[in-house]
């Protein structure tokens, strides 16, 4: 059984910044692309940011410059560094990775539970 938990969610102020974790855990052979993602309430959820296994990364327009996105391949967590955060950045984040359990395997996406993070004063 392979999942991805999310963790460092929570209230801040704005201007402030959290740190959310994904970290994979089961039968993993290789992680390619991660990404974040969130849903605010009564919206779509959207890309925040994406890191390939050879370290590129991609981000939204309204994250770039505050956020930023890593990831340590000996212990299959990826991080979202959040800056200057803003009440809009309020929503539920989630982390999605495409991995492989075996070298037989496709790649296939999994999600993980989510993490909320709420920026208010």
């Known amino acids: 059984q392979v999942q991805l938990v999310e963790s460092g969610g929570g209230l801040v102020q704005p201007g402030g910044s959290l740190r959310l974790s994904c970290a994979a855990s089961?039968?993993?052979?290789?992680?390619?692309?991660v990404g974040w993602y969130r849903q605010a309430p009564g919206k779509e959820r959207e890309l925040v940011a994406t890191?390939?296994?050879?370290?590129?990364?991609n981000y939204a327009d309204s994250v770039k410059g505050r956020f930023t996105i890593s990831r340590d391949n000996a212990k299959n967590t990826v991080y979202l560094q959040m800056n200057s955060l803003k009440p809009e950045d309020t929503a539920v984040y989630y982390c999605?990775?495409?991995?492989?359990?075996?070298?037989?395997?496709?790649?296939?996406?999994?999600w993980g539970q989510g993490t909320l993070v709420t920026v208010s004063s």
């Open positions: 089961g039968s993993i052979f290789s992680i390619n692309t």
């Open positions: 999605c990775a495409d991995l492989r359990r075996s070298w037989r395997d496709s790649y296939l996406r999994v």
């Open positions: 890191i390939t296994n050879g370290g590129s990364t």
